[in-house]
Structure formats: C-alpha cells, structure tokens
C-alpha cells in the first residue's frame, strides 16, 4: 500500500486530498491543527492517520514527524494561509504570519521528514499562481509562494541525486474556507473535488508543476513573460475592471 503525509488536511484542497488518497486506497496521514475535524472525518477508515501538530512550530512539528521511521512514497505540503495589505501598507506582523505558515510552515515538515527521505520518494509543495505576477494586495501571499516556487526548483535540482522527485502546485482561484473570505472577483473558481483531481492527476506523472485551471493558469504565464512594464501595465487594467 502506497503512503502519503498530507498537511494541512483540516479543510479545503488538503481535506479533499486526503478524502481522495484515501478513497483510493492509500495509507493517508492527515496532518492538521484541528484534532477534532481530522478525527471526525478519519473515524472509521482503517487507513488514515491523524498527527496534530502546528507546522509553524519547529519543535512540535519535529516531535510529530521525526519518530516516524517509516518512508512516504508522497509527502505533499500543503497547509497555509493568506491575508492582504491595504493601500501598499507594509505591516511585518502580516507579513511574518504569513511567511511562518507559507514557507517556514513547510520547511519545518521537511527538515523533520528528510532523515527518511528514500529513493523513489515524490515531494510537492504547495505555490500559488499569485507567484507568478505582482497582484494588488497579495504582498505577503505572493511572495510567501514565490518562495516556495524557488524552494521547489532548487530542491528538484538538488534531490535529483538521491531519486526523489519534487513537484510544485500552483492552484488559481479553488473554493475553500481561506477564499470564501475574499472580497474580490475570483475567475474560473474551481471546486475542492476538481482541484483535487488536477493535482492528483499530475503528480501521478510527477510533473515539475502542475498548475489549474489551464486556461486561466496559462493566460497568467503568458502576461509573466512580457516585459515588466507591460505587465504591470496589464495588471493594472485587469484588476481596476475587476
């Protein structure tokens, strides 16, 4: 039986996947904060693990993860959160919160995970295409995952000696309790069930990134790479229509 860790698996795409992985027959370890939502859904299934611990705290999350001796043929990384500057408004709390989370959240899992990394391992982790233009209000988000994009594409380049693959995820807009919060336009919103399955699909081909919806996730790419000026220009345009 093939085992998969998956964090943040409280809510949202983390929840879906693990409901996914799980229906499919896998050995899930759902991880999360909230004990008495991952147990609500897990009671029952005879392959799910529940670990609750808070990823933002180093010594915690190794206490949970680093007694386990056994490989994970998956590891996806996939807790997080967002919250938005007004008016260009730097506030390094904000911006703390969100990198802890974001970024530290998932560097946490992995030092506590690698001493049992193993060839043929598959790590993804968990960008946003909020990474891939400078969006209003997204300050902290944005770069929170444009770090996690670069941590991603130098972790493949330098793991690719012991046989592990890594893999980047970079959602649009998906439904879940952090998004319900937005007070903007979102186009081609998915669902958690949809999400789920694009991701599920491309890392079973253990793409380098795996990035939907297409065509919204496409049209992103094109604007980030035009010239700079152009894309703010462009930027600038969408989001005051929106």
Not at 106 to 115: D, F, R, S, T
Request: with cysteine; glycine share 8%.
């Amino acid at each position: 039986m093939k085992r998969v860790l998956i964090t943040g698996a409280t809510s949202g795409i983390g929840l879906q996947l693990a409901k996914d992985y799980a229906g499919d027959g896998w050995d899930v370890t759902a991880c999360g904060r909230n004990v008495i939502a991952l147990q609500t859904w897990a009671e029952g299934r005879d392959n799910v693990t529940v670990l609750s611990f808070d990823a933002t705290n180093t010594e915690a999350t190794k206490a949970a993860l680093s007694n386990d001796s056994l490989s994970y043929d998956l590891i996806i990384l996939n807790a997080g959160t967002c919250e938005y500057i007004d008016f260009g408004v730097i506030d390094v709390s904000l911006f703390k919160r969100v990198f802890d989370i974001n970024l530290f959240g998932v560097l946490n899992c992995i030092e506590a995970l690698q001493a049992n990394f193993q060839q043929g391992n598959h790590l993804a982790l968990m960008g946003s295409t909020a990474a891939y233009l400078g969006l209003p209000r997204a300050e902290a988000y944005g770069a929170s995952k444009a770090a996690v994009s670069y941590l991603a594409r130098s972790l493949s380049v330098d793991l690719e000696h012991k046989g592990i693959s890594v893999s980047l995820i970079s959602p649009g807009f998906v439904k879940t309790p952090l998004t319900d919060k937005n007070d903007f336009v979102m186009p081609m919103l998915v669902t958690p069930e949809e999400a789920s399955a694009s991701i599920r699909h491309g890392l079973a081909k253990k793409k380098a990134e795996v990035h939907f919806p297409k065509k919204f996730t496409c049209f992103l790419k094109f604007l980030s790479s035009l010239p700079m000026a152009i894309q703010l220009a462009l930027v600038r345009k969408i989001t005051r229509k929106a």
